[in-house]
């Protein structure tokens, strides 16, 4: 076995010793506060808003799918209308499209914000501010804020109420851990009998 392929089986072993350890030290009981707020969400009428930029838009696509075919959740994802979102970048700006979008769906106090970010929005270092902006509009209207983050949890975990945060066990997978558990955790979350309605196929 050559250099690269032994530093590449080093890593993968590092990798998934690490995964392994970030379960080990997720809160429980914040998943399960998500779940119950969520659950609350659909049973009073209200919506599901799931927020992320890059790989995490990717995860709240999947997520959307999830919590309307098998929880039963009304549940959109601003990004996966590509016309809206670069309208909005292209006439207004990129910090204000989801609050933007919020706006016009007339979110209110019976809806809730699912957020899935790496460093969760940081105004002081100017950094995600499309989803410190969304934070803002949905308190100003009521919703519930929840969160699967990385980091420290940013703006979203001072203003959550509920967040689960991704800890960081090596600062150069901060990235790649915060969005394979944010899969994980949502996945928690629709097979959770708090919230599933709908068996999946397999």
Excluded at 56 to 62: E, G, K, R, T
Excluded at 169 to 179: G, K, S
Aim: with cysteine; aromatic share 6%; proline share 2%.
């Amino acid at each position: 076995m050559g250099t690269d392929a032994t530093s590449g089986m080093a890593h993968i072993s590092a990798y998934l010793e690490q995964a392994a350890s970030i379960c080990g030290m997720l809160d429980a009981e914040k998943v399960a506060a998500i779940a119950q707020g969520i659950a609350a969400t659909r049973d009073g009428g209200g919506r599901l808003f799931v927020l992320g930029v890059g790989g995490s838009a990717a995860n709240a696509s999947h997520a959307v799918n999830d919590f309307r075919k098998l929880c039963g959740v009304e549940t959109y994802a601003p990004t996966d209308n590509v016309s809206e979102l670069t309208a909005r970048t292209n006439d207004e700006g990129w910090e204000t499209v989801f609050a933007g979008w919020l706006k016009i769906s007339n979110a209110c106090e019976k809806d809730a914000i699912l957020v899935f970010s790496v460093g969760g929005g940081n105004a002081e270092h100017n950094v995600s501010m499309n989803l410190v902006e969304a934070l803002k509009e949905a308190k100003s209207r009521g919703c519930k804020i929840y969160g699967i983050v990385g980091r420290d949890g940013g703006y979203t975990a001072q203003v959550g109420d509920a967040v689960v945060l991704v800890p960081t066990v090596d600062q150069r997978l901060i990235t790649p851990h915060a969005e394979a558990f944010q899969a994980v955790i949502w996945h928690c979350l629709v097979s959770s009998p708090v919230l599933q309605v709908q068996a999946t196929k397999w």
